[in-house]
């Protein structure tokens, strides 16, 4: 995951952010979003292996019950 240095105070302006960004990128390479990390919103990408890889995880902790 890479993380922005630009912090937002609104989650609306880190998303309009987010989609220029997302715009101006190669497609089907990153998958975006912005996450709340203290009190500023961020913008992040994660290439699309590291985030199904994460998904996958999440999923399976979720179905046999393990909380972090």
Do not use: C, N, S
Not at 38 to 47: A, K, P
Not at 52 to 59: E, L, P, V, Y
């Amino acid at each position: 995951m890479k993380v922005y240095a630009k912090a937002y105070k609104t989650y609306d302006g880190a998303r309009r952010r987010m989609e220029l960004e997302r715009a101006t990128m190669p497609k089907d390479k990153w998958i975006w979003g912005v996450k709340l990390m203290g009190f500023h919103y961020h913008i992040v990408r994660w290439g699309r292996a590291e985030y199904q890889r994460g998904q996958a995880i999440a999923t399976a902790l979720l179905a046999l019950g393990i909380d972090d």
